[in-house]
């Protein structure tokens, strides 16, 4: 059963696509917009029969709230909203299980097989949105850096700290800070050249934000890793990658936004790789003999 529910989610692109975009605008938007955000996530399958009138009594606001929510989601009109709602297959029970927060009372293989579920379903809703023009961007000018500065808290320093070994194997100068006072001081330091790229899965971590934009001010090149569009860290990057993950309202914490951006990370340092080729190759053989022959 898991695998035909995710059959059907693969070909209703056109669904996800549109429950992203929301997930992605959900802490920018309004309370009024939040209410038709929450309406149409849980019932979307409701929503599809629903006039403009009907969706905004049923949300508990006005149809204007309506019409500039889809307007801040990326949709013209009501009816393009309609016409993704309406090409989503009628059998998409099951969704909520496999999007949906694991229940403590589960047993031992429903919570594996909704963990797995939830990091795959991740990882292939942040694909959908990736901008591939901004990956080559980010992987050019973190090749050519004099220094790159990684930035984050929680589980992503965890992401950061992975970036940062793999691209130290291959010869980039880089380093990882997740001290709010290291992260400060280092990126007052940095000058043009540099690139400073900072994770925040809310997009509102207050250290991370506070030292990209000292990165900006100081004249690095800024990257952001995010899930959400519309947030602190995002006016402060020069150039926005985007991760797409579903964050619980109630815990601070993503269960899967890390696997979205160690795997988002790991694009980046083969992308760097491809570039440098042989010197990659050549390098990450260096270092593996140095590995090898150190002995402890």
């Known amino acids: ?17 549109l429950l992203i975009k929301i997930r992605s605008k959900y802490t920018s938007l309004t309370d009024a917009a939040r209410r038709v955000a929450d309406f149409i996530l849980s019932n979307h399958s409701e929503a599809v029969y629903l006039s403009i009138t009907e969706l905004a009594k049923k949300s508990g606001v006005s149809e204007s709230t309506v019409t500039k929510f889809i307007k801040t989601i990326g949709y013209n009109s009501f009816h393009d909203l309609r016409i993704c709602l ?12 496999i999007y949906g927060e694991i229940s403590l009372d589960d047993d031992v293989e429903s919570i594996c097989t909704n963990v797995f579920h939830n990091n795959i379903d991740s990882l292939r809703d ?12 980010a992987a050019s000018l973190m090749l050519k850096a004099r220094k790159i500065d990684f930035y984050g ?11 940062k070994m793999r691209l130290y194997r291959i010869g980039l100068l880089c380093f990882t800070y997740s001290d709010p006072h290291e992260q400060i001081i280092s990126a007052s330091l940095l000058k043009q050249g540099d690139v400073a790229v900072a994770i925040s899965n809310s997009g509102k971590s207050s250290d991370t934000v506070k030292a990209l934009e000292l990165a900006k001010q100081s004249g690095a090149t800024t990257i952001c890793i995010t899930n959400h569009d519309d947030t602190p860290i995002t006016q402060f990057a020069d150039i926005k990658l985007f991760t797409s993950t579903k964050d619980s309202e109630e815990l601070s914490e993503s269960l899967h936004a890390r696997i979205a951006e160690l795997s988002l990370l790991d694009a980046l340092y083969v992308c760097i790789a491809s570039k440098m080729k042989k010197q990659a190759l050549s390098n990450l053989y260096k270092t593996s003999q140095a590995i090898k022959n150190h002995k402890i």
Do not use: C, W, Y
């Open 1 to 17: 059963m898991m695998e035909s529910r995710a059959e059907i989610k693969i070909e209703n692109s056109d669904l996800q696509l």
């Open 86 to 97: 309406a090409r989503a297959p009628r059998n998409t029970v099951g969704e909520d299980i």
């Open 126 to 137: 942040s694909l959908r949105i990736l901008d591939f023009e901004s990956v080559e961007k």
């Open 153 to 163: 808290m929680g589980s992503s320093a965890v992401a950061t700290m992975n970036a």
